[in-house]
């Protein structure tokens, strides 16, 4: 072998080197990002557990009393009506931080509800179309909720959209969440990012996912993500 062959093989010997490190770094990214976002979950069903538990347990106590005190009052009568409210808003963000239809049911049963729960009150049209495997992972299953949800709540808050449609499917050992809306959409060179994208993107990355947003100002949005399973 020449020198110059040498020294080729010596450089190409480098540069595997080097890739391999890249690999494993990227690879324990991707673990501390999954056991960052597990902590979070837990976390998060902690304090749904304390709502639950804390707050919502108080506020039952609360709407029963008023309810008993206001047969021949009015005003107390309003007072009940506001502690249902909250009761309700309670109970309601408790399910959403910490869905346990998700681990009683599974992810078909629990993107159902999620669209139900978010949209039906919205005036908003919509679809499921939902075609997985029962035997989806637990942090996969987690990893759409999640982004469903936070994709969901955007469209609620900014599109001004009439209709959203969310298909679910599995093929080639890959599942592919699509979610259309037919709203306002936007310019993605002129819109800075904001919280709830960031954090689907972080989530994404995560899980090795793919996640392509498109939008245009009057044409609506698609978000799509791929994960291999």
Same mark, same amino acid.
């Given at each position: 072998?020449?020198?110059?062959?040498?020294?080729?093989?010596?450089?190409?010997?480098?540069?595997?080197?080097?890739?391999?490190?890249?690999?494993?770094?990227?690879?324990?990214?991707?673990?501390?990002?999954?056991?960052l976002?597990a902590?979070?979950?837990?976390?998060?069903?902690?304090? &749904?557990?304390?709502?639950?538990?804390?707050?919502?347990?108080?506020?039952?106590?609360?709407?029963?009393?008023?309810?008993?005190?206001?047969?021949?009052?009015?005003?107390?009568?309003?007072?009940?009506?506001? =502690?249902?409210?909250?009761?309700?808003?309670?109970?309601?963000?408790s399910?959403?931080?910490?869905?346990?239809?998700?681990?009683?049911?599974?992810?078909?049963?629990?993107?159902?509800?999620?669209?139900?729960?978010?949209?039906? &009150?919205?005036?908003?049209?919509?679809?499921?179309? @939902?075609?997985?495997?029962?035997?989806?992972?637990?942090?996969? &299953? @987690?990893?759409?909720?999640?982004?469903?949800?936070?994709?969901? +709540?955007?469209?609620?808050?900014?599109?001004? =959209?009439?209709?959203v449609?969310?298909?679910? =499917?599995?093929?080639?050992?890959?599942i592919?969440?699509?979610?259309?809306?037919?709203?306002?959409?936007?310019?993605?060179?002129?819109v800075?990012?904001?919280?709830?994208? /960031?954090?689907?993107?972080?989530?994404?990355? =995560?899980?090795?996912?793919?996640? +392509?947003?498109? /939008?245009?100002?009057?044409?609506?949005?698609?978000?799509? +993500?791929?994960?291999?399973?």
């Amino acid at each position: 072998m020449s020198d110059i062959e040498q020294q080729l093989a010596s450089i190409r010997a480098l540069q595997d080197s080097l890739k391999n490190r890249l690999d494993d770094e990227q690879a324990t990214l991707q673990q501390l990002a999954k056991r960052l976002w597990a902590q979070q979950e837990s976390e998060k069903a902690k304090l &749904s557990r304390e709502l639950h538990d804390g707050i919502g347990q108080l506020l039952t106590g609360l709407t029963r009393r008023l309810q008993a005190l206001s047969a021949d009052s009015p005003e107390l009568e309003n007072l009940h009506g506001l =502690a249902e409210m909250a009761l309700n808003d309670v109970r309601q963000l408790s399910r959403l931080m910490s869905p346990t239809i998700l681990d009683d049911l599974g992810l078909k049963p629990a993107l159902s509800w999620l669209c139900r729960n978010l949209l039906a &009150s919205e005036d908003i049209e919509y679809e499921c179309t @939902i075609d997985i495997p029962a035997d989806i992972t637990k942090d996969v &299953s @987690i990893l759409l909720f999640r982004i469903t949800q936070e994709t969901l +709540v955007n469209t609620i808050k900014h599109s001004h =959209a009439s209709k959203v449609t969310l298909s679910l =499917a599995f093929h080639n050992n890959v599942i592919r969440l699509d979610i259309v809306d037919n709203g306002d959409g936007f310019d993605k060179t002129t819109v800075e990012p904001g919280v709830g994208l /960031s954090s689907i993107r972080d989530r994404a990355k =995560a899980f090795n996912a793919q996640l +392509v947003l498109t /939008s245009a100002v009057g044409q609506g949005t698609r978000t799509t +993500v791929t994960v291999p399973v």
